[in-house]
Antibody, heavy 118, light 112 residues
């Protein structure tokens, strides 16, 4: 079965760090662009980051640029989102998504909750 | 950034009746290659979003044919020909042509 499973979400203090993981099964991450999308409580969907299938390209939303880093470990078939200098407005459910082409996300994980609060 | 504007914010529909959601982009989503990168997602209550339609009008396998997408350039529409109870949720349009990728604010569909 093709699926994505996120983990790593937690309660963290402002200024803290966290690393999210996204484990893929049923397909190889190296065959697809992969992305992160987040959703603050009661709010809409917001694109965060993406990484190309060959890992040569990574891009981030302006709001997280310089604080978040997307990466991938093909041996583990797992994608990561390293988050630093977290702020309260980073509080959200973070979804890992597979890009089936031109940013059409055909597979979504169940999401992992990140709460930034003192 | 491309701004995606959806209307209405919410819809209350009688089962079996049609529903229509509009999505407008601040820039054309037509790529020089000839395709238009506008996608539609549905987020059912308590669930992760799911892709319904990609490239304006292409239904993902398994999506009921009562869902259809249309439009071009900057104006797009998602139509549900006969709303079913399982169609309840929030619908989002999204542009896939340019980073930062952006979503519409969502349209909440409820059953009367």
């Amino acid at each position: 079965e093709v699926q994505l499973v996120e983990s790593g979400g937690d309660l963290v203090q402002p200024g803290g760090s966290l690393r999210l993981s996204c484990a893929a099964s049923g397909f190889s991450l190296s065959s697809h662009w992969m992305q992160w999308v987040r959703q603050a409580p009661g709010k809409g969907l917001v694109w965060v980051s993406r990484i190309s299938n060959d890992m040569r390209t990574t891009e981030h939303a302006a709001s997280v640029q310089g604080r978040f880093t997307i990466s991938r470990d093909d041996a583990k078939n797992t994608m990561y989102l390293q988050m630093r200098s977290l702020r309260s407005d980073d509080t959200a459910v973070y979804y890992c998504v597979r890009d089936s082409g031109w940013n059409a996300y055909d597979i979504w994980g169940q999401g992992t909750m990140v709460t930034v609060s003192s | 950034d491309i701004v995606m504007t959806q209307t209405p914010l919410s819809l209350s529909v009688t089962p079996g009746q049609p529903a229509s959601i509009s999505c407008k982009s601040s820039q054309s989503l037509l790529h020089r290659g000839g395709k238009t990168y506008l996608h539609w997602y549905l987020q059912r209550p308590g669930q992760s979003p799911q892709l319904l339609i990609y490239e304006v009008s292409r239904r993902l396998p398994g999506v009921p044919d009562r869902f259809s997408g249309s439009g071009s350039g900057t104006d797009f529409t998602l139509e549900i020909s006969r709303v079913d109870a399982e169609d309840v949720g929030i619908y989002y349009c999204m542009q896939g042509i340019q980073v930062p990728l952006t979503f519409g604010g969502g349209t909440k569909v409820e059953i009367k």
